[in-house]
């Protein structure tokens, strides 16, 4: 018995739930598990249906393309482990998170190489028996860097780049190259504090709050689909430092549920938002 | 067009979704949400389905029942106002709570009448032009008291009873009255501190979270099924009247949303337990 | 034996702790609590002492002011009631939890009067016997209805002026009168979604956290020292009128959290922040 | 100029912040934070203070035992590293917090050695250059096992023995060992849950939070001091496992937070509770 899970996302029509499950059931397929949403405002329809049984995926997907509207996107993914390369520069936490959750078998994914800007995270992801380039970005012109960057990449076939705290801005030539699949995370409760120094920023507003931001990169900075958040209470006595060092928890922890979530196929990208369904 | 919400709880089988979801088609009644949960361990299925159109009650049902396995339960709810009857004693916060949002219209209901075994509450409940009847336990016995109670709440037809902090221990025999219809909000995050002054129990332990949790009654004192819960932190300079001041706020807001999650019929009561669509 | 709070904030120096409580001792003040902070980068002591015992006032507080470097300003206050006047405009959650906690006794404070620029509530404000004064801002000049406001709130001489979702800009002009003593709730996490709709704002940005900040009002709107923030989860299946429903709770708990913590003198203001002490 | 810190803990006496502060002016010291906590019910007087500048402790504790009433104790800490010993069995999870967060100096602590009563993580520890030592427990009577634990640990002379998911009952004789050294994480909130088997529990009774505790040993198991206590929230779609899974996160949350309090010294153990400084 097999596991997938079908992911549609069409313009609404009506019947469109009794249709999808219908196919389903006519393949003699299990569904453990069905979420949807309707973007009434948009005509736009969502819907995850994680399924159980014996696949034949061609006529699967041909039934269902005879049967959803003009437009559809539809994919049927086997839940097998992805593949991520992540790029980092010198802080540890968010690395070391994912680093320890894959070893403890509570993400399952496989790291296929970590690449960072700056040298000092070699020796910890060698630990773990992962791969680490050491792509400096000094001296270098920043498009001949990307090309780089693209070229190691690419060598991988990664079906995920994951930002785990990479503290240079991507150009949107490198962005294109990875559409949909660049996911960062940002040290503040976006859309408070984009840039640089977020807590810097924090510390002087003088917020009672700070938090962290998982999302999709486009070419705007700081600006893409949100997949996570979550924040922490801080008060006067913090300095700006202090909430740096408060803040790595939540910054680690939203990377990792945002990574999870959209491991288990449960993001959609909508325009500059995201439906997850959780 | 009306709204109305499809309810359905029955032994799990294959289908069901695409047989349900079919039929609502076949009424062109359109599915604006829809929920549904498998307890696989116990072969049970839910399904919470919002429809809009024009419904013809009868043949949806007659067809529904044609379809459904044996054993299985459905409802077809419209979404309009249910009433309440509120039992409390002394403490005003959680009735305050659901007065005002009544007020406001934040919750959708018809408060028909507020209990109190003692008289403290009357003058507030009075101001919102809602009647307040006390019933003394003093020099009572507890199953005249509770006769009378149920004399009284009967009059008014009441879809729920909500004890917003009704200070009395029920007996079965009540509770046999309006089985999976009475909701309490009990002053800890349960299974801790079941039973008399919760907060006192807490002091004494030392905790660091205080909680709150709105539950269904049923015989056993703290046991029902739990629908909502929520804690705050606290610390070694809070007394046990400090945890108590605190912790109204969180028990009102777990009532509260408890309330709306019955309301809006989300809530399945599955044993002992629930089953919340949110 | 009487209870005050002596608050102190003066430039930093060596010994101040010693200095003070030593006053206090001398003078046979039991302290029980003491709070402190020092912002080092700029060399700023704050302390919140809380006594018990038979002062005099004048000998104490000359006391201290020997001792204290030039430039200290410290507050000797009885823990008496506090007089507000609240200004309104339609939403009545924030006002409504006000009124209530301060009935139910959870809120020691006077609300002399409610000031609405619609008349919508003036039939909650009146069901607990405190004045409403309806001033429309329609066919008024701006200037001219600050004058009118002004007038009718230094009638009452409150201690603070609270915006309970009050949903007008007050001009440079008005806050001058109040330096200091203006408190507002806004409805988002300051400082993302500054400025008219922030739910809508939050909705088209996609955020999956949406939240509140009690602050104080001075000329740069929502700039204020910010007091209290919270936030509160949210997703795809919200629409603005949705957050906005599910915001409300959040605004009002944080705007009570601030005021409760502004009349127990918990709060400095530095600058453009906050030094509270919880 | 160095940096210590001062613990007082004695029964309260009138004037002890004066007394206490003053000595530490007296010898020159900078105050750079004061935290104090007086249980009036218990009599009891509790003060942290972070000390700088020149240190004769001799002098300075000889002052202060002149002024403190009897039966106080003092204890005057210079702000060094300690020294921690691990004990795990099989779940890599908090132990791969701490080793991650020392690796990265957010805990700056040394991990003298870890001990496992399995030797599943004997490779991970090995990575981080720290000893492991399998000691099973199988075939082994239990006091002979605690007595080869116990001379294992004492070769290493830690501050702190850290139960990181330690699944073993430990005797009292063993606890009497470490009195007030041994921190334990447990897998509920406290004191709901108490013993094996925690989440298949929470499962079972349906409660929509699951939270962990990390609390000092004592011979009444799950019945110690609490240090620090979080919860998260969760629904009836979760399993026992699931549970489990989503709990990893908060338990090693909870045990590195109340592992950083205590290295800061900012736990003092009070009969069954702790009162702690943040």
């Known amino acids: 018995m097999e596991k997938k899970i079908l992911l549609t996302d069409c313009p609404d029509a009506k019947g469109l739930i009794a249709k999808i499950t219908n196919i389903c059931f006519k393949h003699q397929l299990n569904i453990t598990k069905n979420d949807e949403f309707v973007d009434r405002e948009q005509g736009r329809f969502f819907m995850r249906t994680a399924l159980e049984g014996n696949f034949n995926d061609a006529t699967l997907l041909g039934d269902l393309d005879m049967a959803l509207p003009q437009g559809a996107e539809r994919r049927l993914v086997a839940s097998g482990r992805k593949r991520l390369v992540l790029m980092v520069t010198r802080e540890p936490h968010c690395l070391g998170d994912i680093l320890m959750k894959c070893y403890a078998g509570a993400l399952d994914v496989e790291i296929a190489a970590v690449i960072g800007n700056h040298p000092d995270l070699g020796a910890l992801v060698e630990k773990f028996g992962i791969p680490f380039h050491h792509l400096s970005a000094e001296g270098v012109q920043r498009q001949q860097h990307e090309e780089q960057v693209i070229q190691l990449v690419d060598s991988y076939s990664p079906d995920y780049l994951i930002l785990a705290k990479y503290m240079r801005v991507l150009t949107p030539g490198f962005v294109a190259q990875y559409r949909g699949r660049i996911i960062n995370i940002h040290h503040s409760f976006l859309p408070a504090f984009i840039g640089a120094k977020p807590y810097q920023q924090a510390f002087e507003r003088g917020v009672k709050i700070i938090g962290a931001t998982a999302h999709f990169v486009t070419d705007d900075l700081d600006e893409g689909p949100i997949i996570e958040q979550d924040v922490i209470h801080v008060d006067h006595a ?40 959780k």
Not at 240 to 257: C, Q, T
């Open 238 to 277: 913090y300095s700006a430092d202090g909430m740096a060092a408060a803040g790595r928890d939540v910054e680690k922890s939203v990377l990792s549920r945002a990574l999870q979530l959209v491991l288990q196929e449960r993001v959609f990208i909508h325009g500059n938002k995201t439906v997850v369904f």
